[in-house]
């Protein structure tokens, strides 16, 4: 079964943190490169975090030194730790396969007041 389940999303206020975690089912996470993803209302979808499967990471600039992704591959999991949290963070964070395909989950909304 194929399947994705975010959490952790919320309301913060400017500068507070957020650990945002993924639930992938097998057939997605093993053996894969995985990110997180965000939309804000109106963007386009933007890749912002990747991890290898050995756990080289990789960052959008925008996000670069504040957000951290780690995976936990006995639990198929992915996390994303945010912290000094900005309003144009402001978006629904998605983790998926990279590249994805074309099934995404639900996502998870965060909400950034400043």
Known sequence: QVQL??????????GGSLRLSCAASLSIFRGRAMGWY??????Q???????SIGGLTNYA?????RFTI?????KSTVYLQMNSL???????????????PTY???????????
């Open 61 to 65: 600039d925008s996000v670069k030194g």
């Open 5 to 14: 389940v975010e959490s952790g999303g919320g309301l913060v206020q400017a």
């Open 86 to 100: 900005k309003p144009e963070d402001t978006a629904v964070y998605y983790c998926n396969q990279v590249p994805p």
């Open 70 to 74: 780690s995976r936990d591959n006995a």
């Open 45 to 51: 979808r933007e890749l912002v975090a990747t991890i």
């Open 38 to 43: 965000r939309q804000a209302p109106g963007k």
């Open 104 to 114: 995404w989950g639900q996502g998870t909304q965060v909400t950034v007041s400043s």
